[in-house]
């Protein structure tokens, strides 16, 4: 389902990806491993084609058509989704409202608001009717944003993990999410730096210093990582104001 092709991007002078190649079949789901700094939040930006995160060379691939230079939004009617590090807020918005908008680009019989909600531990009586702004914690934004994957039914989900939050999803609602998405069709890009997480995965790939050293087994590649990763020299150092590290 998608494929990189020797991917590289450079930004301001610095190789900060390089050497990427990597490849996801249709319901698989692919684990991301790294310390931070390791290139894995700039791998997803690149993934989905955010502003300023174009490959300095290299291919991607999604069910056999090149979409190397497609834009963000053609991407995403394409079928392909991210999970933000740090979800967004939506100022006269409900929960209800912003599910039901990721319900009308489905691609099959979307799960309803509850079931969403559920999926992800949150309680739909007491979410639902409550606004997508900053009443809401880090770790309910999180939960919500999850379940707008869920509701959207992605082709592609791109689940980056954030390295905090207050009351962050569960491993068990993290699990249930993904494999919600696998059987539903979905391919899922799981980017984490927790092993447990990780294990969950059909495959996984450690990610150092911009490039990918192994591909495996998620239990052998979460061991590599544990015994010999260690926290990088932030090669993704903040460039300008969009930037936030990796």
Known sequence: MLQLAHIELALDGRRILHDVDLELGESEVH?????????????????????????????????????????????????????????????????????????HVARNSPLSPPECLGKVGLNPQMYLKRAVDNTLSGGERRRIELAAVLAMSPRLAILDEPDSGIDPPSIDNIVDVIRTLSRRGAAVLLITHHGDVAAIADRASALCAGTILKTGNPSTITRFFRDYCQECLHINAPVGKEFNGA
């Open 31 to 103: 684990s991301i491993v790294g310390m931070n700094g390791t290139g894995k939040s700039t791998l997803a930006s690149l993934i989905m084609g955010l502003n300023g995160y174009a490959p300095t060379a290299g291919r991607i691939l999604f069910c056999g058509e090149d979409i190397t230079a497609l834009s963000i939004s053609e991407r995403a009617q394409r079928g392909i989704t991210l999970a933000w590090q740090e979800p967004a807020r939506f100022e006269g918005l409900t929960v209800a409202e912003y599910l039901e908008a990721g319900r």
